[in-house]
């Protein structure tokens, strides 16, 4: 008693199905989205270079124009410490000096020293600008009027001034 197996070759099917080429495509369109995200990349990365290289610059000369108008007006000016970032802490004084160095007095009395120029302390410097700005035009101002007064008084001296010099000088005239 043999038996025979029969067994019922079923063909076999290949991958000639549309849907391999379909994953195959969504790869390489995947592997081109990679690479032009890659290219983009570099590019924000040259463009920040270069936007570095020109906030450098600029706060260069932002620092050298502070010093100049300051240096006149004010030993320092005060910054309101409300508008300083949260990362600062809690400081209850802030004063900015001609060179850009923010000094800060907290609640128990110890200070700090801020370098505003210092990259690490950019968004410091921002805040700080935004505060002072506005602040200028009343130092402006007051010197302005003091230099008025000044020139008041000495207009008004000065003519009296003259006036008995010239008197003075005729009298000796006279005398002589």
Do not use: Y
Request: cysteine-free.
């Amino acid at each position: 008693m043999t038996q025979e197996a029969v067994i019922k070759e079923e063909p076999v099917e290949l991958f000639t199905s549309q849907e391999p080429k379909h994953i195959e495509s969504k790869k390489q369109t995947t592997i081109e989205e990679l690479v032009e995200s890659f290219r983009s990349t570099a590019d924000d990365i040259g463009q920040i270079s270069e936007l570095s290289s020109e906030e450098k610059i600029l706060i260069a000369q932002f620092f050298s124009s502070l010093f100049k108008l300051m240096h006149p007006l004010a030993p320092s000016i005060a910054v309101n410490p409300l508008a300083l970032p949260a990362e600062v802490g809690d400081a209850v004084q802030a004063h900015i000096d001609p060179t850009g160095h923010l000094v800060l007095q907290f609640e128990d009395g110890h200070l700090e020293l801020k370098d505003l120029s210092e990259e690490k302390n950019r968004d410091l410097m921002t805040a700080v600008i935004g505060d002072i700005v506005p602040k200028f035009k009343s130092l402006t101002s007051m010197q302005k009027s003091k230099l008025e007064n000044r020139i008041r008084l000495l207009s008004s001296v000065t003519k009296e001034i003259q006036k008995s010099a010239e008197a003075l000088s005729a009298a000796i005239s006279a005398g002589q």
